[in-house]
């Protein structure tokens, strides 16, 4: 029952997007944009300036890689075997590989482990908006109507505040620079209300995804993969890092999380079989109020 209740806060606050979408109905895209932006850089750069850099970052790098390389060829092999399309292949790479770890891990891991374990949260959330960003964009024009160039996708990640924000706390971190406390009081105003805008974002997301005809095989193999072979791959790897246990458990949470609500915005964009990337992100992410609670209490949580 505890573990219901980690979960609890995050889901009300979903649903409060998704019941403000259904009955106001707002601009999604500009309260996407908005959290993306303007509000989730000062996220990351609160996070590299005030956590020292130690090896336990290379390690969190090399087994989000080694995760999402070894999603993406399980994935490959699958979609092959149940002789998906090209769109279809694409869509399902979309639903597997990229987790909710922004707007849906991090809150579970800010209930579950607290600021200590948030800041790691934080961190793994900046590479996989790298990820998705390259490799999404990759696999979403290679089964799409439109066609991604390297440029094109090259300009996307360019236009990604997050890592450029990273970067000045890093820099600012290790020169010693310090920021007078005034500006990181505003800093922090934004930062702490990065994470609920987000939440709403994802509720008002969930509350226009309606139900298509889809291929439900596709979807179920989907789900399989992001809900629990995902976080089994993360607990092998991170069983043979030298990382602490706090760290662990963080890369595991965030290996368990649904699709990322990305992705159907990227299938949208390039028209790679929108109705089952959407469809899969709804499925995985209500599926999570079961596998979620499981995969915490396996943690040690």
């Known amino acids: 029952m505890e ?6 806060p995050v889901f009300l606050i979903f649903f409060i997007g998704f019941l403000g979408q259904r009955l106001i109905g707002f601009d999604i895209k500009s309260i996407s944009s908005a959290a993306l932006y303007l509000m989730s850089p000062f996220l990351a750069f609160r996070t590299f300036y005030t956590n020292e850099l130690t090896i336990d970052y290379f390690y969190i790098v090399l087994a989000s890689l080694i995760l999402t390389f070894s999603l993406l060829g399980i994935t490959c092999l699958t979609a092959f075997t149940m002789k998906a399309t090209r769109p279809q292949f694409s869509a399902i790479i979309l639903g597997a590989v ?5 707007n849906y891990g991090a809150p579970v891991v800010l209930f579950a482990l607290g600021a200590a374990g948030f800041d790691y949260a934080v961190v793994i959330m900046v590479l996989h908006g790298l990820f998705i960003n390259t490799l999404g964009i990759f696999f979403a024009s290679l089964g799409g109507e439109e066609t991604a160039t ?3 996708s090259l300009q996307k990640v ?6 450029y924000a990273a970067f000045l706390g890093i820099i600012l971190q290790l020169t010693g620079v ?4 005034a500006i990181m009081a505003g800093v922090d105003l934004v930062a702490d209300a990065s994470i609920p805008t987000v939440m709403l974002v994802l509720g008002m997301q969930l509350a226009v995804i309606t139900r298509k005809r889809v291929a439900y095989r596709y979807v179920s193999a989907v789900t399989i993969i992001r809900m629990i072979v995902s976080p089994a791959i993360a607990a092998l790897v991170v069983y043979f890092m030298p990382l602490n246990d706090l760290i662990k458990t963080v890369i595991i949470i965030q290996a368990a999380m649904p699709t990322a609500a990305n992705t159907t915005l990227l299938a949208l964009q390039f028209g790679t079989e929108p109705d089952l990337v959407s469809f899969t992100t709804l499925v995985t992410t209500l599926i999570s109020i079961i596998t979620i609670p499981i995969v915490l209490f396996l943690v040690g949580v």
């Open 158 to 163: 360019l236009r990604m505040p997050l890592a």
């Open 98 to 102: 990229f987790p909710n770890s922004g």
């Open 3 to 8: 573990l219901i209740l980690i979960i609890l």
């Open 178 to 181: 310090n920021v007078p406390s």
């Open 150 to 152: 390297w440029k094109e």
